[in-house]
């Protein structure tokens, strides 16, 4: 049931999901064995470290999510900044300020 709630976003709040998980992992941490990738979603370091002979099959997968997202409606937002509003905060405090000698 776990397996088929994390398959539809948001159908379980996210962290009614974690406390799921924790818990069923307390009582039981050999469930891990039984679906790792959803263990591994809410606990840390229940997968194996990641190899660099797998490195770009896993930078192939999350362009395939990035992929998968765009065209379901998710938006990247405006990619030119890091942050909007950055150079407002930093530009117009050093050129406005008066200088005190």
């Given amino acids: 049931m776990l397996l088929e709630a994390q398959s539809t976003p948001f ?8 406390s799921i998980v924790k818990g ?3 009582l039981r941490p050999e469930w891990v064995q039984l679906a ?9 370091n229940i997968l194996p470290p990641a190899l660099e002979s797998e490195l770009q099959d896993y930078a192939a997968q999350d362009q395939k999510l990035q992929q998968d ?3 379901n409606g ?5 990619q030119s900044r890091k942050r909007a ?7 117009g405090s050093c050129t406005s ?3 005190y000698r």
């Fill in 11 to 18: 159908q379980i709040t996210p962290s009614t999901m974690a």
């Fill in 36 to 44: 790792p990738a959803l263990f591994s979603k809410f606990i840390p």
């Fill in 74 to 78: 998710f938006n990247r937002g405006d």
């Fill in 85 to 91: 509003g950055d150079e407002l905060a930093y530009n």
């Fill in 24 to 26: 069923l992992y307390t």
């Fill in 69 to 71: 997202l765009m065209q």
């Fill in 97 to 99: 300020s008066p200088s």
